[in-house]
């Protein structure tokens, strides 16, 4: 399985951007979960929003109401769309797949960087 993460890049507070993950090699994207996390320098990589097999979803409490996860099974994709983006959203995101939408499986993406400024 292959996770390749795109759409990071440099914006202003206040700013959006739209992440996009695709899978090579998932001969069963549709029956895992897909999560978002992200990792800011000296910091723990965190989980920023999961996505069940079934569609349910799981944000951390600091992006609810701004990001927003989802899926398309056809064509093996999820992205995370953010709104309202704020420095403290500054961090490289990696998406993962896995059983469970709350916590990661075993796969995961490169990374693309996300620079808020202020």
């Known amino acids: 399985v292959q996770l390749q993460a795109s759409g990071g890049g440099l914006v202003q507070a206040g700013g959006s951007l739209r992440l996009s993950c695709t899978a090579s090699?998932?001969?069963?994207?549709?029956?895992?979960?897909m999560g978002w996390y992200r990792q800011a320098p000296g910091k723990a990589r965190e989980l920023v929003a999961g996505i069940s097999r079934l569609g349910n979803t799981n944000y951390a409490d600091s992006v609810k109401g701004r990001f927003t996860i989802s899926r398309d099974n056809a064509k093996r994709a999820v992205y995370l769309q953010m709104h309202n983006l704020k420095p403290e959203d500054t961090a490289v995101y990696y998406c993962?797949?896995?059983?469970?939408?709350?916590?990661?499986?075993?796969?995961w993406g490169q990374g693309t960087q996300v620079t808020v400024s202020s």
């Open positions: 993962n797949t896995g059983t469970s939408y709350s916590t990661p499986g075993d796969y």
């Open positions: 090699g998932h001969k069963w994207f549709s029956a895992y979960a």
